[in-house]
């Protein structure tokens, strides 16, 4: 209850603020039209003439006899369905102290005119058929003293306007320049400068809307269709500006009110869906009545089409629009939102300004009135644009909190992560000492484990001499050095390992008086076998220098490992493919001259092969000009 009576609150001060700022813009006209100032320009105001209508309609019979009319004269009243030249004379009386400093200003005249003094032409403001349109213009002329004389002077202005155009001549002032071309600058302020300014400032404010809506098609389009009627709205409000109209009168006006409603289509559009009422049905029934529209606007008749576009056209469109400000307003109250207030200010007081020029269209009003949509129209585009800014600043905001709670989780994840990377490193590396310590008692089970088995048996039977003791003693210490060469934390390359090995193994077989030889290839430091390979190849390695000196009685033993050079390959895949060659090559006796175990058929050239096997390698052994050569290609 507390929560819906606070809402209740700020929904009636939401209202209240919406109906006050409605009453202050739609009293801004009233004020404007108080501040221009009338009263001090009656004196100079020429409030009747002379009219002969001369009609250029064939068809329409209009009198040619010179009547007296009072002004302004707005000819779909005073003369409905005239089309043609109206000529206004004045009779002016002026003493000879008067004839300087005199100027001629027209808040509006409609649509093209001539101005001559005493019967000698002043200005031609626009001629031909392509001429501009000065029915937005005021026309304020200085008249040169020599044209004027004391006594009665005559001026006319002669009217040229289509027939149901809004033609006419609005309120005339004949006086001294500094009484009147203050009233000039005001008109033309309000009616030239303003509306460039407003025209300019709708399209500058409505871009940012169209790119929101390039950027999210799907979020702002919203935006997008405000920005596009916006726009359009805009460029069509140029048209009072054109000294020459850039295509003939019977499609420019059409072309004119065409765009006015496609640009009130898509704001239509907007404010329903501003509302949450997607309406497809009477979107499609807005567009096609839009259509069907332009279209009959292009192909009615210049005649017909100033005389009913008002009520078939414009008041329609007011008419929709009225229902589309309800739907939005009736939504505004039901379920306010700030966003909402705010744009209902701004579409209440264009209400007031659509009345009175739809009013003045149709030809109800003075005729000399300022149009006031036009230049009303930015109040709502800035109120849209602010709220288009707060979107922004708002989602801008939801984006930075996101991000602050995206990069905590993140971190949060990272550790996660981390910890659980942690966890497997350990348990990998508990696996990976748990295996190599199984391995390592494999090994030292299978060799040194087995050897001194043996050699114990022997002893408690006592059929193992001292010889033999030491044979067996000495074995097996290789057998605990090469396990350690194989597995020790100093051996990191094959090299590494046969660097301990040679260490070792040279000097005892320098004590026999067999010399060793080592030939290391350059691409042999690149060679890393795991723990269990190098020990395959050591045991292979020293089982053939073995066999070298005990079966095949060498005097010299070289060992060679050739690897390729992996810095002076480029291809990844080839280097890969390339194998790694270890020999043993001894100057002995030969294979013919060697015993059983020498020629293969021994059970250590039988391990031998089984060793090479599980490394995945060949071994070979065969006698050339160069010795016995055991070889081994991994």
């Known amino acids: ?55 250029n309609d064939a068809g329409v019979d209009h009198p040619s006899n ?22 206004y004379r004045f009779n002016i009386s002026l003493t000879s102290d008067t004839l300087a400093d005199r100027v001629l200003y027209i808040p509006r005249v409609s649509n093209r005119c001539t101005i001559m003094v005493n019967g000698v032409p002043l200005a031609d403001v626009a001629s031909g058929d392509s001429a501009s349109w000065r029915w937005n213009r005021p026309l304020y002329l200085r008249i040169p003293p020599e044209k004027l004389h004391p006594g009665d002077n005559e001026i006319t202005i002669s009217v040229t306007g289509v027939a149901n155009s809004r033609a ?26 303003l509306l460039w300014i407003a025209n300019l400032t709708v399209i500058v404010l409505a871009i940012p809307l169209l790119f929101s809506w390039l950027r999210d098609p799907a979020g702002s389009v919203h935006y997008g269709l405000f920005g596009a009627g916006s726009i359009l709205f805009g460029l069509r409000n140029f048209h009072g500006f054109f000294d020459f109209l850039p295509l003939p009168v019977e499609y420019w006006w059409p072309l004119v ?16 869906r501003f509302s949450d009422c997607r309406w497809h049905r009477f979107e499609a029934a807005l567009a096609i009545f839009n259509i069907v529209g332009s279209i009959a606007l292009f192909v009615v008749p210049t005649r017909q089409f100033m005389a009913f576009s008002p009520w078939v056209w414009y008041v329609p469109q007011l008419l929709i629009g009225l229902f589309c400000v309800g739907v939005f307003t009736h939504r505004t109250i039901s379920k306010p939102t700030l966003h909402r207030v705010i744009l209902l200010i701004g579409v209440l ?31 709502t585009l800035i109120l849209t644009s602010v709220l288009l800014a707060d979107d922004m600043a708002r989602t801008r905001a939801a984006l ?11 971190a949060a994840a990272r550790q996660d992560l981390e ?21 390592l008692m494999r090994d030292m089970h299978d060799g040194v484990g087995t050897r001194l088995s043996l050699l114990l048996s022997g002893l408690t039977r006592g059929e193992i001499s001292a010889n033999e003791v030491e044979h067996a003693v000495r074995a097996s210490l290789e057998e605990l050095h090469l ?45 890393t076998l795991s723990a269990e390979a190098t020990l395959h190849v050591l045991r292979i390695i020293q089982e053939c220098i073995t066999n070298a000196v005990r079966h095949g009685q060498a005097r010299v033993v070289t060992l060679k490992l050739v690897c390729p050079d992996k810095t002076k390959q480029d291809d990844k895949q080839e280097t890969s493919k390339s194998s790694c060659v270890i020999m043993v090559v001894d100057d002995g006796v030969g294979l013919e001259n060697a015993t059983a175990a020498t020629k293969g058929s021994g059970r250590g050239l039988q391990n031998i092969k089984a060793r090479a096997d599980a490394l995945g390698g060949t071994f070979s052994l065969y006698s050339n000009a160069a010795g016995t050569v055991a070889r081994l290609t991994l």
Do not use: C
């Open 349 to 379: 007081g264009q209400l007031g300004p659509a009345v009175h020029d739809v009013l003045w269209i149709g030809g109800v009003g003075s005729f000399s009135s300022v149009l006031w949509m036009a230049l009303s129209f930015p109040v």
């Open 1 to 55: 209850m507390v929560a819906n009576g606070r809402l209740g609150k700020l929904a009636s001060r939401h209202i209240a603020l919406v109906v006050g700022i409605i009453l202050v813009v739609a009293m801004i006209p009233l004020v404007v039209i108080r501040i221009i100032p009338s009263d001090a320009l009656d004196k100079w105001q020429l409030k009747e003439a002379s009219l002969a209508l001369l009609s």
């Open 168 to 193: 006419g001549l609005s309120e005339t002032f004949f006086g001294p320049q500094d009484s009147l071309y203050h009233a000039y600058r005001f008109r033309w302020f309000l009616q030239v400068d």
């Open 66 to 87: 010179v009547t007296i009319v009072s002004l302004p004269d707005a000819w779909n009243k005073t003369h409905p369905g005239f089309g043609g030249v109206g000529e």
């Open 257 to 272: 009110s065409a765009s006015l409603g496609w640009s009130l289509g898509f704001i239509y559009v907007f404010l329903l």
């Open 419 to 439: 910890m659980v990377y942690e966890s497997r490193r350990v348990a990998e590396r508990e696996a990976i000492g748990v295996e190599e310590r199984l391995q």
């Open 483 to 527: 396990l350690l060469d194989a597995r020790g934390p100093s051996t990191t390359t094959l090299i590494d390992a046969l660097a301990n090995f040679r260490y070792r193994l040279g000097p005892r077989l320098t004590a026999v008086g067999v010399e060793t030889r080592w030939d290391i290839g350059s691409g042999a430091e690149y060679l």
């Open 400 to 410: 930075s909190s996101m991000n602050k709670v995206l990069e905590a989780r993140v």
